[in-house]
């Protein structure tokens, strides 16, 4: 299995900064397998909503909402991703979940997610 463990949340305020990081630990074997990492976000009575994912290849996808003021990037020989928070605004509150996806070993969809960390911005 793997363990996804996330740190780095807080209260900002508006246009402030915050770092998110997570930490991919547990079988060596099934994080060879995991082929894209992500954060997604969930506010109070929204749904879960995908902020950006990294492939292994390094492409990456952003929300609409976060371009140009969140960053994705990774650290491999950690297994660990971070997500830079720039210009933060009221409407980026919500707890953040970090997923990696990828297989079995055996071709069979694998999804991990995290605990989930709260990010507060306050106007």
């Known amino acids: 299995q793997v363990q996804l463990v996330e740190s780095g949340g807080g209260s900002v305020q508006a246009g402030g900064s915050l770092r998110l990081s997570c930490e991919a630990s547990g079988s060596n074997s099934r994080i060879n397998f995991i082929n894209r990492m992500g954060w997604y976000r969930q506010a109070p009575g929204k749904q879960r909503e995908l902020v950006v994912l990294i492939r292994s290849g390094g492409s990456t996808n952003y929300a609409d909402s976060v371009l140009g003021r969140f960053t994705i990037s990774r650290d491999n020989a950690k297994n660990t991703v971070y997500l830079q928070m720039n210009s933060l605004k009221p409407e980026d509150t919500a707890v953040y979940y970090c997923?990696?996806?990828?297989?079995?070993?055996?071709?069979?969809?694998?999804?991990?997610w995290g605990q989930g960390t709260q990010v507060t911005v306050s106007s």
């Open positions: 997923n990696a996806a990828g297989t079995d070993g055996y071709g069979r969809p694998k999804d991990y």
